[in-house]
């Protein structure tokens, strides 16, 4: 696991979150995923091709969401379908720009991918790309975020077109 490409992550999550919610937010767990993704409600997933790969998915249960929607626009909202996936993904970008700037810093260069749906069951983690789950409690509610990151290898035909000796 890289702490490197993660930490930027988390950081804008418990930034971005403090910020829109009002609130402080706490680390309600962390664990390794070795099984493939689930979903647990509301989720987005966010891809990144370059230096780095690997993938974001922020997951809210339906009536998280539905706070975190009725904390942005200042009023209580009802819950439609298309709301609540627009809020999530809303946060999402929010969280995934702050830590592509902490990124870009540090120097890699890489695509994001708007967020979209992720399928009910993702991918599995691999020997070099672990996945690290965290909860961040709220008083809107839990909101999880999976983090699946690593170095991207140089393409065989990239290595094959270097000459040593």
Avoid: W
Avoid at 57 to 82: C, F, H, R, W, Y
């Amino acid at each position: 696991m890289r702490m490197e490409l993660i930490q930027p992550f988390i950081n804008a999550a418990d930034a971005v979150l403090a910020e829109t919610l009002q609130c402080t937010t706490q680390m309600g767990g962390v664990s390794m995923e070795e099984a493939a993704y689930r979903r647990r409600g509301v989720a987005a997933v966010v891809n990144i091709q370059g230096d780095i790969e690997g993938r974001i998915i922020l997951d809210l249960d339906p009536q998280t969401a539905v706070n975190v929607a009725s904390k942005l626009m200042g009023e209580p909202v009802a819950g439609s379908e298309m709301m609540i996936q627009e809020t999530v993904f809303e946060l999402a970008n929010q969280i995934i720009g702050n830590a592509v700037t902490m990124l870009n810093d540090g120097g890699f260069r890489f695509k994001i991918h708007p967020p979209e749906p992720p399928a009910e069951q993702g991918p599995r983690s691999t020997e070099d790309t672990e996945a690290l789950v965290m909860c961040f409690d709220t008083p809107s509610g839990s909101m999880f975020m999976n983090i699946a990151m690593r170095y991207n290898r140089r393409r065989k035909s990239e290595r094959e077109a270097v000459v040593v000796g």
